[in-house]
């Protein structure tokens, strides 16, 4: 018998290939409709583990594709032609809080190693 991290890892990684798909709320599916294919699987398969583990993870308003002028806007002191979120190939997770009704971001960047395992290197407050 398998434990249940190794099953939702395997499962995460038959939805990384494109074997499996999950849906998530209508909010997170729009955004995730405007990523790349293959990140879009990425991201789908990061949110499943999340969520499996009991945190209530979401893609931020802005998360997928955004235009230079919406990048601009979100982050300022960023050249817009340096973000992967132009090609759709990056994305940004919320871990909602239920207790203090707060939420923190967790960028990604598609060298970034399964966002380190599902654990978060950037974080913003």
Known sequence: MISKRTY?????????RG???VSFRKKTEAQLRTLHPRTQRVARAHL????????????????????????????PGRAASASYHLAGMAYDIKIYDHKNG???GC???PEQVFMQRSGCEQWEG
């Open 48 to 75: 499943y583990l999340l969520n499996a583990h009991g945190i209530d993870a979401r893609l931020g308003y802005m998360s997928g594709t955004r235009t230079a002028t919406e990048h601009q806007r979100i982050e």
């Open 19 to 21: 074997e499996m798909t």
């Open 102 to 104: 707060s939420a923190r």
């Open 8 to 16: 939702y890892v395997k499962v995460a990684q038959k939805i990384a």
């Open 107 to 109: 960028g990604s960047e």
